[in-house]
């Protein structure tokens, strides 16, 4: 059979196991936590507090309080980092929804001890750790995870929950690994024959759907960190700028208003007031769009991120395939090698073993003619005898000679292979060819789980992109609409406080030197007056 021939096709690959049904409704709970995330659409997850947790402990930290129904669970950041990075690997095919980032070196310079206490963050970090809560609670198979159910009930410890299966039975290599289920062990053996190729190695046949899916993700990415993001965060900054200067503003003109007195000292008041309106509606515009703006634009550039590494796996799993491929198609070339080199020694050492046949076959007969020569009483002293027997053994004793010599040539040669083979080249070649065979059973095995693996990933992965998908168009929508309200809200506020300051503003009178109204025909006093009076015209 040709390697061509046994190589197995991803196409005729049957897996063993068969993808989730999304759609089905479930109906056995293994906890009252997975009980209450599936009791329906209105099941939500909150992070009602974070508070300093000092006690037993020799360095505080600041634990959030996840709410599920009546349950009260607290867990600290680093926790939820622990959870998110143990899902990673028991569903390595899966986009698992990212967390909010750590302090920076640089938060941590300005800050020192106090960056861990900053409200600002503390509240940031509470929002974007309950949309990641809630987004493993909506995902179809996240949902179902006992460690899940496990991290938000308040009778668990987490340190327990890391030390125990799944968890502590984790591989650290997930690339030797089931993809469908990484704490399988049933083909360890085949997975640890498979190797472990870079992200950056090149396919030699990719796929191309998720060579589309890697282009999209790297133009979504480099649009969300580029133009988008600077945009947001310039944007953010100037409207941080307009409230503070407003603040200021407002301070003064409530100020300059004590020192009028009237309609004046009312229109600057309310001046001041519609001012003053326009710092706390933008303050107010500011806190939204950070929540429903430019947090969740974040959390879509880790996604991003996310779905770069998912790829990069679903990308490595491939290469493997093929590397393995490769592997086995070069064992087998290897081994047509070994055995057509065993035909030849084979043929050799029949040749060989003839030639000292027949070399012991004519040497026995020529023994066998001389003793019967004596025996017959050739050796004699006459001179007819001697010379009749001289000319009888000469060609006699030649043909053996001639034998011995091409057998020692033989002798020679065979010890010469002996010695360029081994000292046992029989059993040499007998175990390279044997260790060869178990090594392409082995690789062939590699290969079918690799072959299942590259199958499972590719159709999970593309289920998932596509759930993330319809999640992203959804969030996007909601996000835009949020804008649009918030701006809508901010501009009718500031709208209500200009319109009361301009009803303030209109009773002042038109003009503080104009003449009342009876006294508007006389004539008033100036050079064209006193020119008349003089009679100049």
Known sequence: MSPQQARPTLSAVKTSFTLPNYAQNKVEFCCGRDQFLHSGDDAEIQIVDAVKVAEGTATPYIAYVIRT???????????????????SKLYPTLIIPPIPSKQSISDYAVKQAKAKEDQNMIKRRQRMLQVFLNRIARHPILSNEHVFHRFIDRDVSWSEVLATPPLALLPKNILKAPAHNPLETSQAAAYQALPSPAPSQPLRRPDQRFQDSET??????????????????RTMKRWSEFANEHAELGAVLNGFSLSESGSLQAA???TGQAVDATYTSTITLLQTLEQTWTEPLQEYVQFAAIIKRLLAY????????????????????VLEEYEKNEAEARRLETALSRGRSLATGDGSADGAEGEDDGENG???SSFATGSMSRSRSLPSSSSPRLRRTSYGFLSALSYSLHGIMDVD???ARRNNISKT???????????????????????????????????????????????????KEWCQKNLEAWIAAKQEIDKIEPHPNQAPDDAKDEPRPGPSASRSSNGLS
Do not use: C, W
């Open 216 to 233: 999209f993700t790297n133009k979504f990415a480099t649009h969300l960190n580029g133009s988008m993001e600077k945009v947001s965060r």
């Open 268 to 270: 600057l008041e309310k």
């Open 69 to 87: 129904g009546n349950v009260e669970a607290r867990r600290r950041y680093s926790e939820f980092d622990s959870l998110r990075n143990g899902l």
């Open 437 to 487: 065979r178990d090594n392409i059973s082995q690789l062939e095995d590699a290969l079918h789980a690799s072959a299942q693996d590259l199958k499972y990933a590719s159709s999970t992965i593309q289920a998932d992109l596509d759930r993330f998908q319809r999640m992203k168009v959804a969030d996007l929508r909601d996000m835009t609409i949020a804008m649009a309200k918030i701006h």
């Open 378 to 380: 050739l050796g004699t």
């Open 425 to 427: 080249p029989e059993v």
């Open 314 to 333: 679903r990308h490595q799993k491939h290469v493997q395939y093929e590397m393995t491929q490769e592997t086995l198609d070069a064992k087998r070339s």
